[in-house]
């Protein structure tokens, strides 16, 4: 027989009180189930969060409306699995992408519309380069700047 505080027998003391737990038992529960939920939210977010679909949403490869279109996610450092770049490729040529602060996404060519996937948004701009089309190469140098042998914007290309 084990002993517990005041001399009663562990056990014995619920014998004693009719089977009810007492006020300590009844507030170590409490604080057991407080101390749960709380610690819940933490432990959520230590796990790492799996892919929204599984790995067939981190690539896609199809042809549409004739156009070979290739994508993948490029994951970044970051610990949640829905952030990284898409590289995503149109007849073996770049289309550059871009996430809206809606999480939206939004193509170089079809800059005016959202689309839910980088897929869609990919479909979207083969529809406006149109059939027979390529997309067309990104032109060196900084982006609307001039190119160095034009000479007419001066030492920093600008004009009077």
Do not use: C
Request: proline share 7%; aromatic share 4%; charged share 20%.
């Amino acid at each position: 027989m084990v002993v517990g505080a005041g001399g009663v027998a562990v056990g014995a003391e619920r014998q004693v009180r009719g089977g009810k737990p007492s006020r300590r038992e009844v507030t170590r529960g409490l604080l057991a189930s407080v101390a749960a939920l709380g610690l819940a939210p933490v432990v959520a977010a230590s796990r790492p969060l799996p892919p929204a679909g599984g790995a067939e949403d981190n690539a896609f490869a199809e042809t549409y409306r004739g156009h070979r279109i290739q994508g993948f996610l490029v994951p970044a450092a970051a610990r949640r699995a829905d952030e990284g770049e898409w590289q995503i490729t149109v007849d073996g040529r770049p289309l550059h992408l871009m996430r809206r602060a809606d999480g939206t996404w939004m193509s170089m060519v079809d800059h005016y519309t959202s689309y839910a996937t980088p897929l869609e948004a990919a479909r979207a701009a083969v529809d406006e380069i149109g059939p027979g089309q390529k997309l067309r190469e990104m032109a060196p140098g900084p982006v609307g700047g001039e190119h160095a042998e034009h000479g007419t914007g001066g030492a920093h290309g600008v004009r009077a």
